[in-house]
């Protein structure tokens, strides 16, 4: 189990948000906290520490205002850690590569291999084969309904029929190196974990990352239980560098060896 740390960016700033408030219209979203620092500060921060295979997520989209300054500070983060984070937002098979050449280690996606709600598997194929199995990672953020946990897309305002369970995983990890779920439901909110969504991913045969709701050392002691070890985790609000109580500096021991 390996501590994989994230930069999320929005409206410019490296930020620290309520996933589910987060809306495309106004560029809005509910802040729990907004770095005075820049994204290569944490970057640069996560090299020294030898932290590999943490996240940049681009929040805004494509289109808005504020995407150029995202992808400025996406930029300097890959510039700062080479080859050591992983980069999603907005990612096609138009712009991949773009990112991969930028330094990403590999791209991460949602939207695009989706279509009407349901995986246009043309498109991951294609995606698939554009940046190479082992530079891509599928973001399978879900959120709960009275059936099960089901994939949402487009910065988790849209719920697909897709729903997350050891069936899709298997089928998925065909065409990508890693997965990362975000429980949509507590992303942000440093509430505890979901439970169920952990237990769904533990027995995945490629590598996933939990993200959503981790509060404390007990949350993190839970996935490393019950996630059959294959199972890494990312927290954001929780941890002191965004304003938590969580010190960075026992979560910095999980690294890979």
């Not at 029929?161 to 439901?185: I, M, P, Q, R």
């Not at 992303?187 to 509060?215: F, L, M, P, Q």
Request: with cysteine; hydrophobic share 35%.
């Amino acid at each position: 189990m390996e501590f994989r740390p994230c930069i999320d960016i929005h409206n410019g700033s490296v930020k620290q948000i309520v996933g589910s408030s987060l809306k495309d219209t106004g560029s809005t979203a509910v802040d729990n906290f907004v770095s005075m620092a820049d994204a290569a500060y944490y970057a640069s921060m996560y090299k020294q520490d030898g932290l590999k295979g943490g996240h940049i997520i681009i929040l805004n989209p494509p289109g808005s205002p504020y995407y150029e300054a995202d992808m400025a500070q996406a930029a300097k983060a890959l510039e700062a850690f080479n080859g050591g984070m992983q980069a999603g937002g907005g990612i096609t098979s138009g712009n991949a590569v773009q990112f991969l050449d930028m330094g990403a280690s590999h791209v991460i996606v949602t939207s695009y291999v989706f279509r009407d709600g349901i995986i246009d598997y043309a498109r991951l194929k294609e995606l698939s084969a554009i940046t190479g199995k082992k530079r891509l990672v599928l973001d399978l953020s879900c959120r709960y309904t009275d059936n099960g946990y089901y994939i949402v897309t487009d910065r988790w305002q849209k719920t697909t029929k897709e729903k997350l369970n050891g069936s899709l995983l298997k089928k998925l990890g065909a065409y990508c190196d890693e997965f990362l779920v975000h429980a949509v439901d507590v992303e942000g909110r440093a509430s505890g974990i979901e439970k169920d969504v952990i237990k769904i991913i533990a027995g995945c045969s490629n590598k996933v990352t939990y993200a959503g709701g981790i509060h404390s050392l007990e949350d993190i002691t839970y996935i490393e239980k019950h996630g059959s070890g294959n199972v890494n985790f990312t927290v954001g609000s929780a941890l002191d560098l965004f304003g938590g109580s969580i010190p960075y500096n026992i979560l910095k021991k999980y690294r890979a060896l």
